[in-house]
């Protein structure tokens, strides 16, 4: 019985001292803080912007050949706004319609200029700029008014070209109407005196007044807009199935031509307004 006791007391103290060698409890941890919320709301959805990127200022590749310029900029303001992930691709001007019903990517933005032939294979977005037609002539010409005061002179157009067809409606009968196969051309003739003005696209001939060769002219007279031969301007172009982000984009651009910042893009890349 005593030795019973005995071994009870041995065990006892064995227990007490491998309880002081153990090494002491870790304190609890406490909880891990949850991250904190990223103050950017994040994409509804990722949608891949096409243009050609061979029209500058409104489309063109930078140095590190990603897509850029006025259109460029116009898309990124939107995607931002319509809480879409946008990735933006060049692909040549043939490729564009049907890469998009193909769906190898959703969006063209590629001045794509708005026609009953591409209303009916396409969904296109509002209008987001128009380029009206205008004359271009030598410095200190007296054609800077109405188009009434170019009768009986001599006037550059590009050969079967919508500018064309205006200056045929307008001018028939009271001007000499010299054609040339490409604006380029035409605008030579100018520099040369060939004709005493060139009636085209405002932009080309402003972008061609601001090189060396174009020095020796400026824009003259008021803008000309005609829906029947000029068109409605330039749009984005998306399928027709696609119409709630049609309905997005519209609304996005719509936005911006409101609160100012389509105004201040704009005055980023020309002097005059496109819209």
Known sequence: MRLAA????????????????????????????????????????????????????????????????FEMELAQEACQRIKAECEFAAFKWDDLIPGLIDKKFDIIMSSLEVTSERRKRLG?????????????AAKGAPFDGPPSLLRNKRIGVQRDSTHADWADKSFRRSAQLKRYNTLAEALQGLANDEVDAVF?????????????EGKCCELVGQDIKDNQTLGIGVAAGL?????????????????????GTYKKINEKYFPFALN
Do not use: H
Request: no cysteine.
């Open 6 to 69: 005995f071994f009870l007391v041995l065990l006892a103290m064995a227990g007490m001292a491998f309880a002081q060698q153990r090494p002491p409890a870790k304190p609890a941890q406490p909880a891990a803080k949850p991250a904190p919320k990223s103050p950017f709301t994040p994409p509804a959805f990722k949608i891949t912007v096409a243009t050609e990127g061979a029209y500058p200022p409104f489309n063109y590749l930078d140095r590190k050949g990603i897509p850029a310029g």
């Open 124 to 136: 296109m977005s509002r209008r987001y700029y128009l380029s009206p037609g205008a004359f271009i």
């Open 200 to 212: 085209g696209d405002k932009t080309q001939l402003w972008l061609w007044s601001q090189k060396q």
């Open 239 to 259: 399928r027709k199935e696609d119409a709630k982000l049609r309905d997005a984009l519209n609304k996005a651009f719509g936005e911006m031509m409101t609160d």
